[in-house]
């Protein structure tokens, strides 16, 4: 059974910075490609950023140059780090997994969601 466990949400001002992490247990992990997704009250969830196994990246244009997504085979963890943090990128982010290993791959597994809270 596929685990995901988010950490590192918090309370942050407004140009700050946060590191989310996301520890993945159940499945082969680098051959998966991990996403960072986020879902604000009253919107739709929206994907933030996606690794695919081989390293290769994309993101949303509100976050490019902001944010950036890693990960750590050998840990079997994902990050997001964001910097300049901006009111709007307030929400819940959750980590998700695809059994597939590229970029454009459907999530079948999702974490419990952290939340991060940006005050102006």
Known sequence: QVQLVESGGGLVQAGGSLRLSCAASGSIFAINAMGWYRQAPGK??????????????????????????????????????????????????????????HLIAPMSDWGQGTQVTVSS
């Open 44 to 101: 739709q969830r929206e994907l933030v950023a996606i690794i695919s196994s081989g390293g290769r990246t994309n993101y949303a244009d509100s976050v490019k140059g902001r944010f950036t997504i890693s990960r750590d085979n050998a840990k079997n963890t994902v990050y997001l780090q964001m910097n300049s943090l901006k009111p709007e990128d307030t929400g819940t982010y959750y980590c998700a997994r695809s059994p597939l290993p």
